[in-house]
Each structure stands twice: as C-alpha cells, then as structure tokens.
C-alpha cells in the first residue's frame, strides 16, 4: 500500500483523537480513481453538534453534502473527525454550514458541491441553511437531499 493513491494519508488506519477545533482539523484527500466519470457523491451527518456562540448551549443537525468529484475524493475518516471538531465549537447554524460547504469546495475543487444544513429547533424555530457552488450539472443524478421540512411531534 505504499505505493498507491492512499499512501499519503495520515489518519486512517489508526487511532486519531478528535480535533479541538474546525481550524485545526485536517482533511486528507485521495486521487479520484474514477475521475473520467461524473457521478455524485453524498455524505449524510444525522447527529451533527455545534454550540450557540451566545449561550454556549449545543445545537443539533442533520447534514447532507452531495459533490461531483473531479480529481479528489475526501477521505470519510478525516470528514467524519472535521464534523466532530464542531462539537465545541461556538458559531451560528448559518456560518457553520456555510463553512462547512466553503472549506470542503476549497480543498477539493469538486465539478460541484451543495450542502443542507437541517437544524433542529433554537427558541421553537427550525432552521434550514442551503449553500452550492453553482449551478447543478446536467448528466448527474442527484437525488433530493430527502429531509422532510420540519414539522414538530406532528
């Protein structure tokens, strides 16, 4: 394995605390192996947690990234620990989704990139937060992110 598109990756393979922060989480990437195919590619995070920079209470949501990949694929594991690092970190639903969306667009370069941030209730009220890099391409399917609008115990 050391000479292949997964030798340079750091995290997998062993055990890796999770970051203090989204600052200092490291993603790693791998050469797409596929990358002469458009086809998209979605992450589900159905326990997502920040903390409400005002009240330092934590926030819950449920995130779906899609991405059409073009010459990188993010590595799950170090996804999965740059999720986590947002545990203790305090900032608004809006700045953490689009956050989310932007550094994964900068560091992949992906042909497109969409993430929705379905944010359970703060104060009675749901809110939902949408960011992309443009518009979706033609010739890919991409299914709808299938979170049902909120609408309490009823």
Known sequence: MTDS?????????????????????????????QADTTYNVRFVAPEFTSLCPMTGQPDFA????????????????????????FRNHGAFHEDCTVSIG???ASFLNPAWLRIGGYWYP???????????TGPM????????????PYRGRG
Do not use: C, M
């Open 62 to 85: 449920h995130l779906v990234i899609d991405y059409v990949p073009a010459d990188w694929l993010v590595e799950s594991k170090s996804l999965k620990l740059y999720l986590g690092s």
């Open 137 to 148: 391409p033609e010739g890919v399917w991409i299914p709808d992110q299938g979170v049902p």
């Open 122 to 132: 703060r104060g009675g009220i749901p809110i939902d937060v949408f960011w992309q």
């Open 102 to 104: 932007r550094r994964l």
């Open 5 to 33: 598109i997964y030798s340079g990756l750091q995290q997998l393979g062993g055990v890796t605390d999770l970051p203090s922060s989204p600052e200092t989480a490291t993603l790693e990437r791998v050469q797409n192996p």
